[in-house]
């Protein structure tokens, strides 16, 4: 045993006087320039690029084996310019010697000074780097055996830390025509010892030219590592960036990212929890965990809420014009929550809750293809009034509802045909309780379709003034010119107060049902109307149509030509029935059986309106039941009366030519009749009704 003890004594003697003398010798031995030399040429050999280092080269052997060297720069590919590809300030790399033998691994602070690093690609889509690495096909396959028996697990792996100071990245990709740079990169990474938490601090200066923009990132936290390096935690991350740029609300944006991060690649997994996202004063808090994270079929799942918030504010900070709007008080309160599920292909927001002012929203929306932009919902909002967020009437300015093809073609603006056909919806809708353009109704259900150009709405119902509404709207914009049909229906519905609600006022009453079928086309609101075609059915009961009074102008016209009195008039028509079918062709309304009812008279004619000018040409036939001027005088007379003007001030006009014809006729008749009677003997004057 004591020889044994001896010859060990020995051995480690010599080795320790091995070390101690190459410690001593083997810096005097080296030539650093011919080390330069040597390392250029086989830089060069292999890679055609020129490597020089005109920095220091510096050695240690024991007790740690270490390299230093200084300025070195690489020079870059043919086309990219005389700036070195890459090139750094100074490197420091230090093992500690005795440890390895241990197989303990032993570093000291890792430094690398200066790095830039300058990428880019040509015009042509060819990097400056692709030379560097062999292609796929020329790189010989592994040896699985030969790697795993040549493998040598260390026994422990302890880093002082490791620093990166002032590094620069530029990546100029001229193919795209845009640069992008991060500078001022410094890394800080404390002491790396196995399961032992490992403080890290990184900060850099992110610049990109369209648009211009400069963003200081800095991050920080504390990494644990276990032993097998696959399971990692990042405690109290921290990330937080201060940007300025012109496309940036008020040219600033400040934001701040917490969380507790972990990551276990034996199971694929990540777990994010107490994440608070802060971003223009909004506060996002959550969870979130992902499965099969670096797959080809990664999925995440979570919960985030947004805390309550002014969107109003929210606007003023991005820089944003307040909306004008009729009640000051909205856009005052705001929050949201939901859950969600992703993948690279599709997201989904469920459990949506969604409060906006005095409106709440629950339901689902998702995205079930990005490549498609493949948009599905099912949302509920429980009452909201929409015109608190409309610009303020104007004094004497009716807001009216927009026509169907008004509100798809925006107005009289044109129809944005490009983001139309780049829809892709599919959802439902429904509103408790909704109030638009004055017009109120409740049980609103529509659902929504629109594909490659093709947008339709049905069913779409609500129940409105004591009535319904169903409807069935398709716009297709495949083709070069915007195309809309209609086919609607109201059925019990109120007229008077839904007109005084959508007016201001109203000159129809009664219950009206009413059922069209159109088509359009065109770009906006007036060209629809110039092309406008289909079918109308209109029936109204028990109403009043005000300023146009048929009745009173009958009177007027028979007082003149009697020469008595104008009497009084009502300025209103009252009926007990009001029917009509019309066609529509090119935005002329044809109506050729136009029939009315009344306690006192029967309307009967045909005529056209213009939805482009909104004119009116009817000529109608009046049959008093019961006269006002002498009982029989007028009743069963047909009188001829011609409607014109506009929708808005229609005049009632009775054909005086007629009247006079017929009053003329009239006193003929009389004469013979008295003619007649003088001549009759007595007993058979009665006959004649006299």
Partial sequence: MNKLLRLLGIVVGLLVAVVVVAALVLPQLI?????????????????????????????????????EIGATSLSNAKGFGDAPFAQIAGVQVRVKLLPLLRKEVEMSTLVLDGLQLNLAKDKNGRSNWA?????????????????SSSAMPLAALAIDGVEIRDAQVVWDDRAAGSKQQVEQLNLRVGAI????????????????GK??????????????????FQQIEV?????????????????????????QLAVDLDKQTLSLKDLLVTVLDLKLQG???????????????????????????LLKRMGQELPEVS?????GKAEAEFAFKATSKSATLSGLKLQLDDTAITGSVGIGDFAKSAINFDLLVDAIDLDRYLPPQKPGEAKAAPTPAEAAAGGAAALPVETLRGLNLNGTLKIGQLKAYQLRSTDIRVTVAAKDGLVRVAPASAKLYQGSYNGDVTLDVRGKE??????????????????????????????????????????????????????????????????????GEIRKAYALVRGKPQPATTDQTEFSALTGTATITNGLINNPDLLGKSPLMQVQGNGSADLVSERLDYRISTTLVDSLEGKGELTGRPIPVHITGTFSAPKVGVDMEKVLTQEVQQKLEEKVQEKLQDKLPENLKGLFGR
Avoid at 193 to 204: G, S, W
Wanted: proline residues 6%; neutral net charge.
């Fill in 287 to 313: 969870q979130a965990q992902g499965t099969n994270i670096s797959g080809t079929a990664p999925q995440f799942a979570g919960t985030l809420k947004l805390a309550e918030f002014a969107p109003r504010d």
């Fill in 235 to 259: 405690r109290d991350l921290t990330l937080g960036v201060d940007a300025e740029g012109a496309n940036l609300p008020n040219g600033k944006l400040t934001a701040q990212l917490s969380s």
């Fill in 482 to 551: 915007p195309r809309i049909a209609l086919d609607e229906k109201v059925a019990g519905v109120q007229a008077g107060p839904m007109l005084t609600d959508m007016l201001g006022s109203t000159k129809v009453t009664g219950t009206a049902n009413v059922a069209v079928k159109l088509t359009a086309a065109g770009n906006d609101a007036v060209a629809m109307r110039k092309n406008m075609n289909g079918t109308a059915n209109v029936a109204l009961t028990d109403g009043v149509i005000k300023g146009l009074d048929v009745l």
């Fill in 193 to 208: 010892r196995p399961a032992q938490p490992v403080d890290i601090v990184l900060e850099f200066v992110a610049k990109s």
């Fill in 211 to 228: 648009p211009e923009m400069a963003s200081r990132v800095k991050l920080t936290g504390q990494v644990a590592l276990s032993e097998s």
């Fill in 31 to 67: 030539n650093a320039d011919k080390i330069r030399e040597e390392v250029a040429t086989r830089v060069k050999e292999k890679t055609g690029r020129d490597l020089v280092i005109a920095g220091d080269i510096g050695w240690s052997v024991f007790p740690w084996l270490g390299v």
């Fill in 131 to 147: 030379d560097l690495s062999p292609a796929e096909s020329t790189k010989p396959a592994p040896d699985k055996a030969q790697t």
């Fill in 327 to 331: 009640d000051a008080s909205v856009l």
